[in-house]
């Protein structure tokens, strides 16, 4: 049996407008190297029209050219949202038994609604 400081869901998420996303950019030195890490075949393959276009729809997007940089833009992303999540952690971790609560919840609030709905 769990303990009931472990089977309590996360607070309410904060509204949008407080929510500011972490900037991390690498260095262009640190870009150059990282990308040469790839592989040389990543490096000659061209990105597809449809990513291209809808990297460009985003604002600030860089021009991709190449896989490797699209890897490269996706994991800066990737590494922005994960400091920009950490951030907003909450005072109560996040471990199996909270998210098997959550979900619990979730469960009977749906069902709640379903049941209306009916």
Known sequence: MPRSKYT?????????????????????????????????????LGVPEEIKRAAAKSRGAPKLKTIAELIFVDTEKLIRDYLTEKRFGGSIPTNPANVVAAIQKLRKALGAIQGRDR
Do not use: C, D, M, Y
Request: charged share 15%.
């Open 8 to 44: 309590t869901v996360p607070g309410p998420l904060r509204p949008v407008e407080q929510i500011r996303l972490s900037t991390f950019q690498f260095h262009n030195i640190a870009r150059r190297k990282l990308i040469g890490l790839l592989p040389p075949q990543l490096h000659q």
